[in-house]
Every structure is written in C-alpha cells, then in structure tokens.
C-alpha cells in the first residue's frame, strides 16, 4: 500500500514561488510520480509527473518553463517547485503514484493520491 503525503501550500502573489513536496510512503520505485491540480468548477487536470527511473520529466504546457519536478530517491519525496505564480495556477494540487508507467496524463491511471495541498494566488 503506498500513501501519500503532500505540504508546502499556501497564499502567494502572483510572480511569487512555492515549493509543494509529496511524501511517499511503500513501495513506489518504477512508479510514475505525479502531480495533478483541480479548480473549483473544474475538472482535474495534468499538471507535472517524474518517472523514479531514469527520471523522466513531463510537464503540462501551462506550467512548462515555470515548474519543475524533481524527487529525491533516498527521501522517497517528490517535489514540484512552482516559480512566477500566476492567479490562474489557484487550485488545490494533489500528488499520485501510478504504478503501471503508461498514460502518464490521465488521472485515471494512477492508483494512489494524497489528500491535497492549497495553492492560491492572488493578483
């Protein structure tokens, strides 16, 4: 059973940073390690994901340039460090583990989620 662990939300303004980590706990190495967001009124969406090995990234085009997801295997955490925060990246950010490396985009797919970090931005 893997659990997941998520912090470093918070209130920011726009152009500001934040850094959100996932706590990972079981097995996940091989895993496809993720980081998805959702809006009130919106659907879930993509927003970053690291693959442990060989550590792949893979990025949203909103994000990209802006985002960086990096983990560090002995910690067994992942981090997504969030630069020149916009109003629109306000969600609440969730981290998942999918343990059958496809479809790395699709928030079906992955099969364990932490309970939520809040990000908001404010303008």
């Known amino acids: 059973q893997v659990q997941l662990v998520e912090s470093g939300g918070g209130l920011v303004q726009a152009g500001g940073s934040l850094r959100l980590s996932c706590a990972a706990s079981g097995r996940t190495l091989g895993y496809i390690m993720g980081w998805f967001r959702q809006a009130p009124g919106k659907e879930r969406e993509f927003v970053a994901a690291?693959?442990?090995?060989?550590?792949?990234?893979y990025y949203a085009g909103s994000v990209k340039g802006r985002f960086t997801i990096s983990r560090d295997n002995a910690k067994n955490t992942v981090y997504l460090q969030m630069n020149s925060l916009k109003p629109e990246d306000t969600a609440s950010y969730y981290c998942?583990?999918?343990?059958?490396?496809?479809?790395?985009?699709?928030?079906?797919?992955?099969?364990?989620w932490g309970q939520g970090t809040q990000v908001t931005v404010s303008s």
């Open positions: 690291i693959r442990w090995i060989p550590g792949s990234t």
């Open positions: 998942a583990a999918n343990p059958n490396g496809d479809s790395i985009y699709t928030p079906g797919y992955y099969a364990y």
